[in-house]
């Protein structure tokens, strides 16, 4: 009985830095970005931001595939620095935002891919449908400390996207062929966390 108890007591210590390993982290709105890519006319680049988001990401260094994320987006927060056309991408024709307020985005699998580097498949949410996407992630930052005592890491992660895939198929042919808005959506996120207390 005693050999059992004390076997007991050394698998619970040894169980203790996988819990301290896991740690609550949210995401910093004012020094982290939600950026997405579009063609233009065929010939240019289109960028925007969404200005409000939010989400948390729980991080197990012990075992980092089994880290979550969990974010929802503004998407009446669209910014081109155009007005026209940010009113435009927020009404019926494209994100419909006074229909579907946010979308989000909730992972379901983390998985190594090469050194340090992550991919991230889970559920985006986007104009009232859900499908699976794939965060390709660069390496998580180191912690640091800023100098009021938040513990803060970094990381960006890419994804493409159709957006016909999520109902968004407004366009207009080209007389010289080709369309207006290009079906590929490229999205940056440059993120910056802070570890929750």
Known sequence: ????????????LLALPLGASASTWNIDPDHSSVGFTVKHLMVSNVKGTFNKHNG???????????SKVDVTIDTASINTNVQKRDDHLRSADFFDVAKYPTMTFVSKKVAKAGKDKLKVTGDLTLHGVTRPVVLNVEPLSRESKDPWGNIRRGTTATAKIDRKDFGLTWNKALETGGVLVGDEITITLE???????
């Open 1 to 12: 009985m005693k050999r059992l108890i004390s076997a007991i007591a050394v698998l619970a």
């Open 56 to 66: 948390i990401v729980d991080i197990n260094d012990q075992d980092i595939t089994k």
């Open 191 to 197: 993120i910056e966390m802070i570890k929750a207390k």
